[in-house]
Structure formats: structure tokens, C-alpha cells
Nanobody
Framework: QVQLVESGGGLVQAGGSLRLSCAAS????????MGWFRQAPGKERELIAA????????YYKDSVKGRFTISRDNAKSTVSLQMNSLKPEDTAVYYC???????????????????WGQGTQVTVSS
């Protein structure tokens, strides 16, 4: 059973940067699609960035495109989210997630994610 542990959240001023990291346990990390979700107060959890098992394909929600970068290191079983030009509307709890049964490009689909980390708070002040 894979377990995911996020780190790197915190408080930052608008325009600043943060880097989130997610460490995965287990030996099959390289087979999983990986994604970063976020949930703001009163809103649904949304997929904002995802990466294929090989790392050669990525997906970004329009609201973060050009500002956030997802990457993975299969040798270290980690996935990261570099967040630049942060805005107050980026404030949310951020979750790392794994899609264990993906095929083709289904790692882009929210419903494919079945393992979650505990979440890390990101707060962007104006």
C-alpha cells in the first residue's frame, strides 16, 4: 500500500514562491500517475497539476498554467510542485495524490486518483 507525505507548505506574500514535495512509500511509484490537488474553504477539491508515470507528459489547470511546475523523480519516489507568482486565490490545502490504475492519458482524470496524502496548508497574503 502506497503512502504519501507532503511537505513545504507555509505562508508567503503574493508574488512569492513555494515548493511542495511529496514522498511516496512502496516500490511501484514509477507506475503511478501523480497529481496535486487543492481545496480552498467552501470549495471542492480540484486537480491543478498532474504528471504521467514516466514524467514526459503533464497537465495543468488553466488557473495555474505558466506559474506552477510539476515534476517527479522516480528514483527517489518523489513528486514536487514548484509554485511561482503566487496569488491570494492560491490559498488552500494542497494534497498529493496517486493514480494507481491509470492507462493511456487517464492520469489527467480526477476520478483516477485513489491514494491521498494528508495535505499541507498554503496561505498567500495580499
Amino acid at each position: 500500500q502506497v503512502q504519501l507525505v507532503e511537505s513545504g507548505g507555509g505562508l508567503v506574500q503574493a508574488g512569492g514562491s513555494l515548493r511542495l514535495s511529496c514522498a511516496a512509500s512502496g516500490r511501484t511509484f514509477s507506475r503511478y500517475g501523480m497529481g496535486w490537488f487543492r481545496q480552498a474553504p467552501g470549495k471542492e477539491r480540484e486537480l491543478i497539476a498532474a504528471i504521467s508515470w514516466s514524467g514526459d507528459s503533464t497537465y495543468y489547470k488553466d488557473s495555474v498554467k505558466g506559474r506552477f511546475t510539476i515534476s517527479r523523480d522516480n528514483a527517489k519516489s518523489t513528486v514536487s510542485l514548484q509554485m511561482n507568482s503566487l496569488k491570494p486565490e492560491d490559498t488552500a490545502v494542497y494534497y498529493c495524490a496517486a493514480a494507481r490504475q491509470t492507462f493511456g492519458s487517464t492520469w489527467r482524470l480526477t476520478g483516477m486518483y485513489d491514494v491521498w496524502g494528508q495535505g499541507t496548508q498554503v496561505t498567500v497574503s495580499s
